[in-house]
């Protein structure tokens, strides 16, 4: 029996910007266990610029709260993921496949990650359009 690949699309469960700085999390631990995961991309929608973008990650390593980041900011790893900019969509996009097995087995271990997106141009992030995680699985 061939096995089908199925995509899932999830919102944040958690969600703070500021400016070009993102701290964002999602909850996939109801994704089955008998389910593998073979891609996990999270997608950062991006506002209009005209000069060379740079993107990047650091994984959140602590227990935060949207009320008072503004006040205590999220403690994250040192190593960082670049990001990937498409002009097309106007996205920008990052494989997040090495989480996916932590995020799942240790759920309340999964505090989320980090982005802050680097710019000659002004970049304002935006909540009213929000990032989004697209996990497939077999």
Known sequence: ????????????NRLFVQDNEMYV???????PSDMEVTSMI???????VSSEV???????????????VTHVRP????ARSKGYFCSETKEGSFALEH?????????????GVYVRVHSLDPVLLSEEHPPYLIVKTV
Do not use: C
Not at 25 to 31: K, L, R
Not at 42 to 48: A, G, I, Q, R
Not at 99 to 111: G, Q, V, Y
């Open 75 to 78: 403690v994250y790893t040192q």
């Open 42 to 48: 999270l997608y950062v929608p991006l506002p209009e």
């Open 1 to 12: 029996m061939d096995s089908l690949e199925k995509s899932m699309f999830f919102i944040p």
């Open 99 to 111: 989480l996916a097995h932590p995020w799942r087995s240790h759920s309340l271990e999964n505090h």
């Open 54 to 68: 740079r993107l990047d990650l650091h994984e959140i390593v602590a227990a935060w709260d949207e009320q008072s």
């Open 25 to 31: 999390s999602f909850n996939i631990a109801g994704i």
